[in-house]
């Protein structure tokens, strides 16, 4: 029977985003990475083209939150404590592309470490990997000003990914990442309009859209994770149909998302029905990271081990041996 | 594809003779355009009326049903997208029984799947199906099984056993408990009588598009229409590509050999990579997926996945606003408050349960928001709430005047205390795992 494959035909293109510099290229990596490029909906080979796949990224920390699960404890013990030998595990052991390193700790409520404490952290975790670098921030705009400064001014030349701008604190940072050659996460509340007016001040004060990555923050399952599944699906969807201003990979966080969660931390004798809470907190996090897969996840950060074998595989796979650099 | 009313005009007799109950031909062709009526209303309508009138009300995607009593329903969906509409019909969840695992092993399996049963945010979760995989040479182990499941279980059953005999056999115990056969090489003339005489219905495979719509044609034609499709691929990207393409076939060019729900069995060596596979299919367009291994806690984030993906994009599952009674509350007892999100709402008063006190729950109408995001919305400070609790008449049910508050929105405390003269408000903790040690620190008990 004769079956022709209905094909369509998008206008738009995901922009190429790269991460990190070699010397020849000012910093000091050994390799560079690159996401987006898709003319297609994700895994769609037949009507487009996906020149990279999705990447995996870990991440270290400068403060052990209180909810970090002890499931999680277990696979790194002390060097939890010590964020550059954590990151030479996570990209020797555990196959990350990138590390995160999350500043949590400099939060004027959860340790208010400065911001020179920030950048010596930043510093030691640089000199232990040779991949390129997040750096990822919080919400108290005035203290995150002022250690993204400083650690965009430390790492100048890296092209580390600066995470993350919001619509009412983008301008100090983002000209940071202009003075010192980074790239940066635009991070909006789940909303397609929202997404797209933050993505189009930063290009009003000729931000180079080469180097902007989104973040449609991420709900983990069970705890708002359709609303980002379908808000990404229709910014990739506006995206491909040429909007130029949602044109760009998008970065989520199944990791930080899904261990903050009970479900990932509960005992299995106080909640007999949800099973084993090791293996429990993987398969949430494999899950969040999955379905926000298929929604167009570009570059996804993680935590549990078991789940970034899981997922880096899966993608692998998905890819059949196309793209990935 | 809808008919206007002049399309179907066209097809009537045009007598005007009254037969259906309306005056003319015209007036009976609007009311079935609208729905109003049927066309076996009028007596005279001719066979072609009939086949392309009845082509046209048939829904894009076949709704499928497996299982007596509860059976599962597949099928008919209308979008590509969620937030285009909604999903109908979650998917399925299929369980493997392998007859080569020997019938105590089997029988546990059994009882174990069907009380397997986890609530979450007031719905009850669980696996759907059995799928009952013949590979053991002893021929009567499979009709055990199936004995097994219907004698412990109201889950329907996928039966996958490739001689035809055995099939036939394991059928007739189902006569009419709509089984679905999973038939593994081509379909045949004595498998499709074999599904029409026991009442089943048929998963067709194939690789191939052409010979998939080509065993949907035969098998359409030779009077079995509950059919699902099962495409196989060599992994998940390409599995969710041809998944995608049948779905975009049926929905977009209303290619009819592609209107069926799809199935497809997961045969990979890791339970994660199963359940990775598992977790991207049930976002793209698997109708049902057959799982070999599963586990208390993988079954419980995959049920929550489905229960996500597959809610209305447009209403967010909440609860009535009104003051709940936690244990048993006295006038004395303290009042908490907190959204109508469901979520919020069965997490906050899972754990005030969880404390061992006795509590007024007051939960307000913030349109099935939760507490960060309805208070940036302004649906849930100050204000609202205090109007919230004047509407109710809480100042008359209780005569407590202290009331705990989210701690995530601790800055509208001021204007609570304001908005309520002669309470006082309590900051509660952030999360709500940690009210049971809050109230033992407030000395509530
Ligand atoms: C899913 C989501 C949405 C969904 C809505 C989901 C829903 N039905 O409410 C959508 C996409 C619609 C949405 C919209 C918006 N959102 Co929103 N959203 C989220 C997200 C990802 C999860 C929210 C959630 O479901 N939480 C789970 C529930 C159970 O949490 P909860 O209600 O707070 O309850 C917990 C505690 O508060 C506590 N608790 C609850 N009640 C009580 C009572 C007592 C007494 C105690 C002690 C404890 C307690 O227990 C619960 C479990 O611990 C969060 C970010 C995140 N990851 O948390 C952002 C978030 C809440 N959203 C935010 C914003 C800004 C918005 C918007 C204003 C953005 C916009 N688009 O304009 C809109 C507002 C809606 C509108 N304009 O109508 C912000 C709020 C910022 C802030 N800190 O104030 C957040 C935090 C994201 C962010 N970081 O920017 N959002
Ligand atoms: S019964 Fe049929 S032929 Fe007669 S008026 Fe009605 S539609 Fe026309």
Redesign the pocket.
């Known amino acids: 029977m004769n079956f022709e494959i209905p094909k369509e035909v998008n206008t738009g293109k995901i922009i190429e985003v790269s991460i990190g510099a070699t010397p020849e290229q000012g910093g000091t990596r050994s390799h560079t990475v690159t996401i987006g490029g898709s003319t297609a909906l994700p895994f769609h080979f037949f009507e487009g083209e996906h020149p990279h796949r999705p990447l995996i990224a870990m991440e270290v920390f400068d403060k052990i939150s209180n909810k970090y699960p002890s499931s999680l404890l277990d696979y790194y013990g002390d060097v939890i404590q010590k964020p550059g030998e954590m990151a030479q595990k996570c990209v020797d052991e555990y196959g990350a592309e990138l590390i995160s390193v999350r500043l949590e700790g400099t939060h004027p409520e959860k340790g208010n470490k400065s911001a020179d404490e920030a950048a010596e952290i930043v510093k030691q975790v640089l000199e232990s990997v040779s991949v390129p670098l997040i750096i990822t921030g919080h ?1 108290h705009y005035d203290k995150n000003n002022e250690v993204m400064k400083k650690v965009c001014e430390v790492t100048a030349g890296e092209n580390c990914l600066i995470s993350y701008v ?1 619509k009412d604190n983008y301008k100090t940072i983002a000209a940071a990442c202009i003075a010192y050659s980074h790239t940066l996460v635009t ?5 397609v ?2 997404a797209k007016q933050l993505n189009i001040l930063l290009t009003e004060m000729s931000f180079p859209p080469e180097k902007i990555v989104m973040d449609p ?4 399952l069970g ?2 994770i359709e ?2 599944y379908s ?1 990404m699906e229709r910014i990739r969807n506006d995206a491909l149909a040429g909007d130029k201003m949602m044109a760009f990979p998008m970065l989520v966080n199944p990791g930080y ?1 899904s261990f ?1 969660v ?1 479900e990932t931390r509960a005992p299995e004798q106080d909640y007999p029905d949800w099973g084993n809470v090791e293996l429990r907190g993987a398969y949430w996090e494999i899950a969040t990271a999955m379905s926000l897969l298929v929604a167009g996840a570009d570059l996804l950060i993680m935590y549990h081990p078991q789940a970034v074998a899981t997922v880096k595989k899966k993608v692998e796979e998905m890819f059949d041996g196309r793209g990935g650099d | 594809m809808a008919l206007s009313g002049l399309d179907i005009f066209k097809l009537l007799p045009k007598t005007n003779c009254g037969d259906c109950g309306v005056p003319t031909c015209m007036a009976f062709a609007m009311k079935l355009a609208q729905k109003k009526a049927e066309l076996s209303e009028c007596p005279h309508a001719s066979e072609e009326a009939k086949a392309t009138l009845g082509a046209a009300s048939e829904p894009p995607i076949r709704l499928v049903k497996i299982g007596k009593d509860h059976p599962l329903e597949v099928g008919s969906e209308t979008v590509m997208f969620r937030h285009e509409k909604t999903f109908f019909h979650q998917t399925g969840i299929a369980i493997q029984l392998r007859t080569s695992e020997g019938e105590s092993t089997l029988e546990q399996k059994i009882r174990e799947i069907e009380e397997y049963k986890v609530e979450r945010v007031g719905e009850q979760l669980e696996p759907d199906l059995f799928l009952i995989t013949h590979d053991s040479p002893e021929k009567d182990i499979f009709l055990k099984t199936i004995e097994l499941v219907i004698e412990n279980s109201t889950k329907g059953i996928i039966l996958d056993c490739a001689e035809y005999e055995t099939l036939k056999a394991g059928a007739s115990l189902l006569k009419d408990s709509h089984a679905s056969i999973l038939l593994k090489k081509t379909v045949t003339d004595e498998w499709i009588d074999l599904a029409k005489n026991y009442n089943c219905s048929l998963i067709l495979t194939s690789e191939s598009y052409e010979d998939l719509a080509t065993q949907v044609e035969k098998t359409k034609q030779a009077g079995v229409q509950n059919i699902l499709l099962n495409i196989t691929s060599k992994n998940t990207g390409l599995q969710i590509q041809q998944n995608t393409i049948l779905r975009r076939s049926a929905l977009k060019k209303a290619f009819k050999p592609f209107g069926y729900p799809l199935f497809n069995q997961i045969n990979t060596e890791s339970e994660f990579d199963m359940f990775a596979t598992a977790a991207a299919l049930l976002c793209k367009y698997e109708s049902i997926v057959a799982l070999h291994e599963y586990n208390r806690a993988l079954l419980y984030a995959l049920l929550t996945l489905r229960q996500n993906i597959y809610t209305d994009p447009q209403k ?1 599952i ?1 609860v009535d606003p009104k003051v709940y009674p936690i244990g048993e509350p006295t006038p004395e007892s303290p009042v ?4 109508n ?1 469901s ?2 709402y069965f ?2 008063s899972g ?1 005030i349960e969880n404390s061992g006190i006795s509590a007024h729950l007051v939960v307000c109408d ?12 302004g ?1 849930f400070v100050g204000e609202t709430i205090a109007k919230f609790i004047k509407t109710i008449n809480l100042e008359q049910q209780v005569t407590t005047r202290k009331i ?6 601790s800055q509208i405390s001021g204007d609570l205390e304001e908005s309520l003269p002669g309470w006082e408000v309590i900051v ?8 049971p040690s ?1 109230v033992k620190s407030l000395s509530l008990t």
């Open positions: 919400s919001e991070q909006t509340p789940i909303d309009n929202l923050l991420t709900g983990a705890y708002g609303y980002t808000i998302e903050r009970k | 967010p909440q908490f408050v907190t959204t999100f979520l919020t997490i906050v754990e913030t349109e099935g928001q939760s507490v960060l995001t309805a208070w940036a919305a649906k705990i508050i989210p701690g995530f929105v509660g903790s952030q999360e709500a795992s940690d009210i809050l």
